[in-house]
């Protein structure tokens, strides 16, 4: 049992180039969610999966997609990339557990630090 | 809209002491979940505890306990017994709890905790 694993886990990108941060998780979690975190801050949402199929924004979506073709997989593409998306990207997944205690606790994966230049 | 706060930049403790870490919360959400994540120097996010909004105990996990006061809109974390292994950087986190929503996660913007020998 890997929990959620995440690759790479450096990357250096120079500006409009284009990459996918890989995300993976062999708990069987329906939610799965990527974060950036800049310097001294806590973690932002970009976008998040509650199953197969279905994806949304969250709080930063913009210059990012997702998809989530599969339960175990959600990769993160950037499409243009920008100086300002330089940041440590986490993804996370939890159960949709309802009200059972502590049953949506979200996991989190390594991370990837991405540079743009 | 969901806001965290953590007032305390940085904190320091004595080995083998107690140490008190703070966190308000704001939410208009009727029920939310309230965590708290332990990130060390090697970069990762890893999950302490959690508080459900409708528990009426508060939470303990091992050295940590979740001091919950829904009145205040606070959810302190208590270490106790600091070792030097604690140093990290501590999170405060919320989410909405309701079937099958989003599980976004708010969150602070962090205490630096440092364990003095």
């Known amino acids: 049992n890997a929990g959620v694993t995440q690759t790479p886990k450096f990357q250096v990108l120079k500006t409009g180039q284009s990459m996918t941060l890989q995300c993976a998780q062999d708990m069987n979690h329906e939610y799965m969610s990527w974060y950036r975190q800049d310097p001294g801050m806590g973690l932002r949402l970009i976008h998040y999966s509650v199953g197969a199929g279905i994806t949304d924004q969250g709080e930063v979506p913009n210059g990012y997609n997702v998809s989530r073709s599969t339960t175990e997989d959600f990769p993160l593409r950037l499409l243009s990339a920008a100086p300002s998306q330089t940041s440590v990207y986490f993804c996370?997944?939890?159960?949709?557990?309802?009200?059972?205690?502590?049953?949506?606790?979200?996991?989190f994966g390594p991370g990837t630090r991405l540079t743009v230049l | 809209a969901q806001k965290i706060t953590q007032t305390q930049p940085g904190m320091f403790v004595q080995e083998k002491e107690a140490v008190t870490l703070d966190c308000t919360y704001d939410t208009s959400d009727p029920s939310y979940g309230l965590f708290w994540y332990k990130q060390p120097s090697s970069g990762e996010m890893i999950f302490l505890i959690y508080q459900g909004s409708y528990d009426q105990q508060n939470a303990t996990e091992g050295r940590y306990s979740l001091n919950f006061q829904k009145a205040r809109k606070s959810a302190n974390l208590v270490i106790s017994a600091s070792q030097l292994g604690d140093s990290a950087m501590y999170f405060c986190?919320?989410?909405?709890?309701?079937?099958?929503?989003?599980?976004?996660?708010?969150f602070g913007s962090g205490t630096q905790l440092t364990v003095l020998p």
């Open positions: 986190a919320m989410s909405p709890i309701s079937s099958g929503s989003a599980r976004q996660l708010t």
């Open positions: 996370a997944s939890s159960r949709l557990g309802g009200r059972a205690l502590g049953a949506d606790t979200q996991y």
